[in-house]
């Protein structure tokens, strides 16, 4: 056992898997895939594939094609965090965004943007049922964000998450989501599409939990990851972002700025939905996606920064996307 760990930790700069053009086809349809792996020893390689993601802009394309994200959050106690991971995914460049919530926050959360679809349909008896037919339609679906811990919604969430499974449909886990899936490892345990955990310092270790290990943070990763499978992504949120999947530790820094405003993390999770989407259409492994996300968030933070200062919040970050975009990821 502490063999096969000790070589999951062996680290890389990069290590990129990329998928087959007939397993795409295979997402798209929604048959199971699984990766053909490529090898990759720099970071400038995965610097130039996030600049390689967005889709051109070109008058063949119709709505949708740049993306579907569904995210799943919101509650009476949390408006904001929603409603962050939503336009931040539409800023980014996804074309439609759909907000599953419960019926009590939606009012609230659609009167901050015209261009949300909100669906309060979370805590409907009839939940499952009414969703699945929206899930068709999604290339990637975040959970988690200003969800709650409800046990009642944490049950519809689950039920969310298998008929995902069923589906194929790649993840993106946020926030409760975080705190449901440190509690259910199943939930997530040889899932067939990628899927992306985006843990705190403090979510990582309530994630991991009694994992085998030495203790230090690597050996804890590679144990957590052995046990859910490979294509399960850590991207865990510190001073220095590190995106962590078998064998392969990638590290974000730069940028950002002293102030730790809430909602960041919101932003992190729309930015990356997007990504994904668009990485998984480019042929690429979610690691690509996550350095793309992290790069945009401390970009995006430090922009923001220098206009506000100290009085800056997450609600000063989202006019600064369009900009921060332009400089790293707009193809020239």
């Known amino acids: 056992m502490m063999f096969i760990i000790s070589l ?24 199971f895939y699984c990766y053909r792996c490529t090898m990759s020893n720099k970071t400038e ?22 993306g579907r994200i569904g995210v799943f959050g919101g509650s009476i106690e949390f408006t904001g965090a929603p409603y962050f991971a939503s336009i931040s995914s539409l800023k ?11 019926k009590e926050p939606a009012t ?26 929206w899930l068709e339609r999604l290339h990637v679906v975040v959970i988690g964000p200003g969800l709650g811990r409800n046990d009642q919604t944490f049950e519809v969430i689950t039920k ?22 440190a509690q259910r490892h199943d939930l997530i345990k040889n899932y067939p599409a990628p899927v992306v955990l985006t843990p705190n310092v403090m979510e990582f270790n309530r ?3 009694d994992t085998p290990g030495d203790g230090s943070k690597q050996e804890k990763a590679a ?39 809430g909602g960041q993390g919101d932003i992190l999770a ?42 800056m919040t997450a609600t000063d970050m989202i006019p600064e996307i369009h900009e921060v975009f332009e400089e790293n990821f707009e193809r020239k």
Request: glycine share 6%; net charge positive.
């Open 8 to 31: 999951l930790k062996s680290k890389f700069s990069v290590n990129i898997p990329k998928f087959s053009h007939n397993n795409l086809k295979k997402i798209r349809t929604g048959l």
């Open 45 to 66: 390689d995965i610097i130039e594939k996030t600049k390689q993601l967005a889709p051109r802009l070109t008058n063949d394309k119709h709505k949708g094609q740049a």
């Open 92 to 102: 980014v460049g996804a074309d439609l965004v759909y907000l599953f919530t419960n």
């Open 108 to 133: 609230v959360i659609k009167s901050y943007s015209p261009e949300l679809m909100v669906l309060p349909i979370l805590n409907d008896p009839e939940a499952i049922k009414k969703i699945e037919p």
């Open 160 to 181: 969310v998450i298998e008929t995902c499974r069923q589906k194929q449909k790649p993840l993106v886990i946020d926030a409760d989501g975080l705190f449901l899936i």
């Open 207 to 209: 994630l991991v939990g």
């Open 223 to 261: 144990a957590f990851l052995m046990e859910v499978g490979s294509n399960v992504t850590l991207l865990c949120k510190d001073h220095e972002d590190e995106i962590i999947s078998r064998g392969t530790t990638v590290k974000v820094s730069g940028g950002g700025s002293g102030r730790r405003c």
């Open 270 to 311: 729309g930015s990356l939905s997007t990504f994904l989407a668009w990485s998984i259409m480019a042929d690429y492994a979610p690691n690509v996606a996550c350095y793309a996300a992290c790069r945009m968030v401390r970009d995006l933070n430090s922009k923001a920064f220098v206009k506000y200062g100290r009085s």
